[in-house]
Nanobody, 124 residues
Framework: QVQLVESGGGLVQAGESLRLSCTASGITFNSYRMGWFRQAPGKEREFVAV????????SYSDSVKGRFTISRVNAKKTVYLQMNSLKQEDTAVYYCAASLGISLVTTQSEYKYWGQGTQVTVSA
């Protein structure tokens, strides 16, 4: 059974940092590209960041580029999202997702497995 479990969410003030983690089980982790998505209240879920299976390539949405960093440790079957200079508009439920493939896809339909999400709230 495949499980992706996110952690690290919480309540922070604008300008502060958080690091999200997502640990996988039930998959050959180093074969999967991993993505982070988020869904703000009243909005559709959107792409945040993706990393390829080896960790050598990444891609980000324009809204987080330069502030967020995605990374992974395959030996720990874990992908991270370091979020710096957080803004109120970053408030959302953050999901990690796993997908087989080589290219850095940003489309949700390309991802087969999803975590349950972790809440990030950024106050003024």
């Amino acid at each position: 059974q495949v499980q992706l479990v996110e952690s690290g969410g919480g309540l922070v003030q604008a300008g502060e940092s958080l690091r999200l983690s997502c640990t996988a089980s039930g998959i050959t982790f180093n074969s999967y590209r991993m993505g982070w998505f988020r869904q703000a209240p009243g909005k559709e879920r959107e792409f945040v960041a993706v990393i390829n299976s080896s960790g050598g390539r990444t891609s980000y949405s324009d809204s987080v580029k330069g502030r967020f960093t995605i990374s992974r440790v395959n030996a720990k079957k874990t992908v991270y999202l370091q979020m710096n200079s957080l803004k109120q508009e970053d408030t959302a439920v953050y999901y990690c997702a796993a997908s087989l493939g080589i290219s850095l896809v940003t489309t949700q339909s390309e991802y087969k497995y999803w975590g349950q999400g972790t809440q990030v709230t950024v106050s003024a």
